[in-house]
């Protein structure tokens, strides 16, 4: 069991950049992957980006070279930096991880990008 709780979401100007941070109630040292996925109104939530135990990275092609996915093992916490934020960016942010057999996520964050 793991329980996440996402925070940093807001509204900022296109443009602009915020940072999401995804709190875990576990040490996430052996945690395979961790990601951050997005939902926009009237959309099906869709993957933005992932971090492995081993430090790899993947993304969405709509978010690569704007987005960066990190993870503190001290601070039990996943990142994600959004940078060059667009209206289009505009979701609910949710993270995501896998612990044996069973999915976990937290309760979302709000992210606007006003044009």
């Known amino acids: 069991q793991v329980q996440l709780v996402e925070s940093g979401g807001g509204l900022v100007q296109a443009g602009g950049s915020l940072r999401l941070s995804c709190a875990a109630s576990r040490s996430i040292f052996s945690i395979n992957r961790m990601g951050w996925y997005r939902q926009a109104p009237g959309k099906q939530r869709e993957l933005v980006a992932t971090?492995?135990?081993?430090?790899?990275?993947s993304y969405a092609d709509s978010v690569k070279g704007r987005f960066t996915i990190s993870r503190d093992i001290d601070k039990n916490t996943v990142y994600l930096e959004m940078n060059s934020l667009k209206p289009e960016d505009t979701a609910v942010y949710y993270c995501?991880?896998?612990?044996?057999?069973?999915?976990?996520w937290g309760q979302g964050t709000q992210v606007t990008v006003s044009s």
């Open positions: 995501n991880t896998r612990v044996g057999y069973s999915d976990f």
């Open positions: 971090v492995t135990s081993g430090g790899s990275t």
